[in-house]
Nanobody, 121 residues
Framework: QVRLLESGGGLVQAGGSLRLSCGAS????????MGWYRQAPGNQRDLVAT???????NYAESVKGRFTISRDNGKNTVYLEMNSLKPEDTAVYYCNVGARQYTDYTYRNYWGQGTQVTVSS
């Protein structure tokens, strides 16, 4: 079983910063891509940023230059540093991890429970 535990959300004023963390635990053999998605009320869940096991990153255009994704492979943890936050960044942020358990031959997609980020104007 793979479990994801997110932390770091909260309320911040526009222009402020937050750091999200997501740690994966369980019977994990290996992890490939890790990422963050977000979903605002009434909207679909959208990509924010991803990072591969080799460290290659990909960002949504709306967050480029403001958000930074990173990972600690030894801790099976992915981070999202969010700077210059805007009210339109308000959403529930979900961690996503591609992981293979010791009993699996393939990678499966796992989601965190979500953490609320609210940016006030």
């Amino acid at each position: 079983q793979v479990r994801l535990l997110e932390s770091g959300g909260g309320l911040v004023q526009a222009g402020g910063s937050l750091r999200l963390s997501c740690g994966a635990s369980g019977t994990i053999s290996s992890i490939n891509t890790m990422g963050w998605y977000r979903q605002a009320p009434g909207n679909q869940r959208d990509l924010v940023a991803t990072i591969t096991s080799g460290g290659s990153t990909n960002y949504a255009e709306s967050v480029k230059g403001r958000f930074t994704i990173s990972r600690d492979n030894g801790k099976n943890t992915v981070y999202l540093e969010m700077n210059s936050l805007k009210p339109e960044d308000t959403a529930v942020y979900y961690c996503n991890v591609g992981a293979r358990q010791y009993t699996d031959y393939t990678y499966r997609n796992y989601w965190g429970q979500g953490t609320q980020v609210t940016v006030s104007s």
